[in-house]
């Protein structure tokens, strides 16, 4: 992550710090009635979050990884940046995880303005980590996985591919989210995949 210390922290950020997955799907999603696939772009319309695409291609920072979004804050703005050219469901992804990180206490008060990158790598960083989790709970609630999982795959393996056309998000995303929350599954091999608790 990169940051420019100044001295205030985002109002936006300010009012969406602590907020779980869970919490603005109630606000902004289940109190609407909508159903599954969530869509983040309208969440986050919702919440007056910004939304831009952008060609990170020719923009430079500490990493040598592949640059997928961005969250841009100062003292009263909040936007967040998707790489254009990438497919939907990564955007869709890069959009939620860059909304962890404000709601996740990632973001110092003292850091404004402040910039912080999605990068393909940094998947040891547990703020990364983290992120990714908040991203899964926000894009795959769990109401919604039980909900497919109890019409669709009573007493059997429920597909990896099949789950991730359901919920618009990548495979490997789906595949994610089923290991964290320990259910078995048909990955993208058709092999049977079944967690370990804590894998």
Avoid at 45 to 70: E, H, Q
Avoid at 167 to 176: D, I, L, P, R, T
Wanted: charged letters at 25%; a negative charge; glycine letters at 4%.
């Amino acid at each position: 992550m990169d940051y420019q210390k100044v001295f205030r922290m985002c109002k936006k950020i300010d009012e969406i710090n602590g907020l779980k997955a869970e919490d603005i799907l109630q606000k902004y999603w289940y109190s609407n009635g909508y159903s599954y696939p969530v869509d983040i772009a309208k969440i986050l319309y919702d919440m007056d979050i910004r939304v831009w695409p952008f060609d990170f291609s020719k923009t430079k920072d500490n990493s040598d990884s592949k640059i997928l979004g961005a969250m841009v804050a100062d003292d009263k703005n909040l936007a967040l940046f998707y790489q254009t050219g990438e497919t939907k469901n990564r955007n869709r992804f890069t959009l939620a995880h860059e909304l962890a990180h404000c709601c996740l206490y990632h973001i110092n008060e003292n850091e404004m303005p402040y910039i912080e990158y999605r990068h393909e790598g940094n998947l040891d960083d547990q703020n990364e980590i983290e992120a990714n989790i908040f991203a899964g709970d926000l894009l795959i609630p769990i109401r919604y996985l039980r909900e497919v999982l109890s019409n669709n795959y009573l007493n059997k393996f429920p597909s990896s591919v099949k789950l991730a056309k359901t919920f618009a998000v990548s495979v490997n995303v789906m595949e994610e989210r089923l290991k964290y929350l320990n259910i078995p599954f048909i990955d993208a091999y058709n092999r049977k995949i079944v967690p370990v608790c804590g894998e």
